[in-house]
């Protein structure tokens, strides 16, 4: 049977492994600073379920970006929701490759003269 893209290798111990541990970042957070932004997101979210999710992203994007946890709450305070999400989407698409961003509705296009020059 030949490999298609949907085909599964079950013996490949490295591709199971980054499957299986992907986006689980393991990140060091004071008890306090969690309670903090934990408490922020479920006063500004409807969902305790995304007020988790959206905690925890805080928390890697401040462990990728060197930033601290509470200056990046402090820009996401006195916003209304979309332009919360949208604040969240720019930090979550500054930390993920580019084949994943988050709220691009349009994609870039290159420049003319670049895009030309591509042999696919």
């Not at 925890?56 to 402090?74: G, M, R, S, Y």
């Not at 988050?102 to 670049?114: D, H």
């Amino acid at each position: 049977m030949t490999n298609t893209v949907n085909n599964v290798i079950s013996n490949d111990a490295k591709n199971l492994n980054l499957v299986e541990n992907f986006n689980k970042d393991i990140v060091a957070a004071p008890a306090a600073q969690y309670d903090y932004v934990l408490s922020f997101f479920k006063r500004a979210m409807k969902d305790d379920s995304a007020a988790s999710n959206a905690t925890e992203a805080i928390f890697n994007i401040a462990a990728k970006t060197q930033t601290p946890v509470v200056d990046l709450v402090n820009t996401l305070k006195n916003k209304n929701e979309l332009e919360m999400t949208a604040s969240l989407a720019y930090y979550l698409n500054g930390i993920r490759a580019p084949s994943t961003l988050l709220g691009v509705a349009t994609p870039n296009t290159a420049n003319f003269f670049a895009a030309r020059n591509v042999v696919i």
